[in-house]
């Protein structure tokens, strides 16, 4: 998953992308006011955004008004301070999805998003199966036919983006573009790689393989062969 954080308290915002990329696994890129927030938000796929409310430039409410205005449907989360709350019901109007009032608990913010991210795509609870493999989100556990399985962190993220989206076949630009924010170098091998470990970890054993190549397309994550 990668996150947008848009927070111009560089203390804070260091802390929420600190959060969110050792806690959660996330990519996350940050930006520091208004307009560059609104800029992000228009090129890149986010999975969610994290907006605080009082920004230079451009606010949190005219960033989201415009997000909304072009048709962007990414969870919006609002950080807001407590004098800023009776903005709240505006906000929500506006297509804000969730808020947390200044100072919060980081652990909170995690869940909210994750929980956010999880309704947009069509799931309810934190357990995601697809067969007999399990993934629990809230605990950041895999198991396959009841056997916990050990994933390096690149690993689960992709296989959590490929299980939020089960029998879809995703294309390694889309997979790199969630998966890494922009300060890393996008090598397109990567993705390989990784998908390599997880065939090892989740099929070697079975009979049923779960992750497939669709050649020319990309991966999906499914009980029977894709066509
Ligand atoms: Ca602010």
Known sequence: MRIAVIEDEPRLADNIAAALREGSGYAVDVARDGAEGLYLAQTNSYDAVVLDLMLPKLSGREV?????????????????????????????????????????????????????????QGHAVAKLAIGDLEMDT????????????????????????????????????????????????????????????????IDAGSSVKLIHTVRGHGYCVREEEPE
């Open 64 to 120: 989201l008004r415009k997000m909304r205005a072009g048709g962007a449907k990414t969870p919006v989360l609002i950080l807001t301070a407590r004098d800023e709350k009776e903005l709240i019901v505006g906000l929500l109007n506006d297509g804000a999805d969730d808020y947390l009032t200044k100072p919060f608990d980081l652990r909170e913010l995690r869940a909210r998003l994750q929980s956010l991210i999880r309704r947009s």
């Open 138 to 201: 809230a605990r950041a556990i895999v198991r396959r036919g009841g056997v916990t399985l050990t994933l390096v962190p690149m690993e689960y993220r992709l296989l959590e983006y490929l299980m939020h989206r089960p029998g879809k076949v995703i294309s390694k630009t889309k997979l790199l573009e969630h998966l890494y924010d922009f300060h890393w170098e996008k090598f397109s091998n990567v993705i390989e790689v990784y998908i390599a470990g997880l065939r090892k970890k």
